[in-house]
């Protein structure tokens, strides 16, 4: 099972860039999935997460207004966009897979998530 990040990279201040993420050897129509992101130093913090169908979401506050989590299921890639990026966007951008979850729920904690990709870093400068 292996999830891969891409899309990351360096912008300036009120740029975008659009995270992907690739599922593979995994039922991606089972996964509810989610991006997190993390800084040296601070725990993993959740950014937005999508259920299975695709239809439910949910954004930290930090981000809303700013990011849309999207999903292909036919694909199986999950998205990030991120519009107004701002310097304390920084961080490594990791995406994670809730494996069999609850068709109807959108899972935020980071202990919810069984499959973790290997991080994406984006660097926002002012």
């Known amino acids: 099972v292996q999830l891969q990040a891409s899309g990351g990279g360096s912008v300036q201040a009120g740029g975008s860039l659009r995270l992907s993420c690739t599922a593979s050897?995994?039922?991606?129509?089972?996964?509810?999935m989610a991006w997190f992101r993390q800084t040296p130093g601070k725990e993993r913090e959740f950014v937005a997460a999508v259920g299975r169908s695709g239809t439910s979401t949910e954004v930290a506050n930090s981000v809303k207004g700013r990011f849309t989590i999207s999903r292909d299921n036919a694909r199986k890639m999950v998205y990030l966009q991120m519009d107004n990026l701002q310097v304390e966007d920084t961080a490594v951008y990791y995406c994670?897979?809730?494996?069999?979850?609850?068709?109807?729920?959108?899972?935020?904690?980071?202990?919810?998530?069984?499959?973790w990709g290997q991080g994406t870093q984006v660097t926002v400068s002012s």
């Open positions: 994670a897979a809730d494996y069999n979850a609850i068709l109807s729920h959108v899972p935020t904690a980071p202990t919810a998530f069984d499959v």
């Open positions: 050897r995994l039922n991606f129509n089972r996964c509810a």
